[in-house]
């Protein structure tokens, strides 16, 4: 059964400390998606890429946050320094080329930064 | 700026009964529009993906149809059950800009009350 998985699923830091979510996509997937989810702005699109390059992170506050994919199999989306107003669940999708149907998401993990 | 609201925010029904969401666009220039799924907790599952040039797509209990000259979408979902209580997205594809970015609306949370 291919999934997308996501750790951690649950990660709580402090003001000012570095966070690292990483995301696997499904094998075979080529394009990855990070999402934010809040109860304010809903579902946001942050950044994705398309074989492991990134095609647009204009949703991404570029000052502290970065996203990556070392290779096929992970990507990473960092925070640094984590402030409070980035509590929210962090979600990964994976799909495949063209077909717009194909967005499988992850379960998503949940940062707090208090 | 290309948005997409759902109105009610939540909704609580008895079993049985049929119900149906609601989705608005403010732009006409659609490629597609899906209907997610979000269960407490989880990612995202995908329902149905209605392409511009389709009115309606059906799945099981579930119908989804799309009015581009009114920019409205709905879901239909028939003999509500309990296992349907969930948060429903609906999201949509605009076309002119990138294919893979999906903008969401906030949701429509769903309890059907045995």
């Known amino acids: 059964d291919a999934r997308v998985t996501q750790t951690p699923r649950h990660k709580v830091t402090e003001m000012g400390q570095e966070v690292t979510m990483r995301c696997q996509p499904i094998?075979?997937?080529?394009?990855v998606f990070w999402y934010r989810q809040t109860m304010m702005q809903g579902l946001e699109l942050l950044a994705y890429?398309?074989?492991?390059?990134?095609?647009?992170d204009s949703g991404m506050p570029k000052d502290r946050f970065s996203a990556e994919m070392p290779d096929a199999t992970l990507a990473t989306l960092k925070i640094q320094p984590s402030e409070p107003r980035d509590s929210a669940v962090y979600f990964c999708?994976?799909?495949?080329?063209?077909?717009?149907?194909?967005?499988?998401f992850g379960p998503g993990t949940r940062l707090t930064v208090l | 700026k290309q948005e997409v609201t759902q109105i009610p925010a939540a909704l609580s029904v008895p079993e049985g009964e049929n119900l149906v969401l609601n989705c608005s666009f403010t732009?006409?220039?659609?490629?597609?529009l899906q209907w997610f799924r979000q269960d407490p907790g989880k990612g995202l599952t995908s329902l149905l993906l209605?392409?511009?040039?389709?009115r309606e797509q059906t799945s099981g209990r579930l119908n989804a149809s799309l009015d581009k000259s009114s920019g409205r979408s709905t879901l239909y979902i028939a003999a509500s059950q309990p296992g349907d209580s969930a948060t429903y997205l609906c999201?949509?594809?605009?076309?002119?800009?990138?294919?893979?970015?999906?903008?969401f609306g906030k949701g429509t949370l769903l309890t059907v009350n045995p």
């Open positions: 209605i392409q511009s040039s389709q």
């Open positions: 094998l075979g997937h080529n394009t």
């Open positions: 890429f398309r074989n492991r390059a990134p095609l647009d």
């Open positions: 999201a949509a594809y605009f076309s002119g800009g990138s294919n893979y970015k999906l903008t």
């Open positions: 732009d006409s220039a659609i490629y597609n």
């Open positions: 999708a994976s799909g495949l080329g063209r077909r717009l149907d194909t967005q499988y």
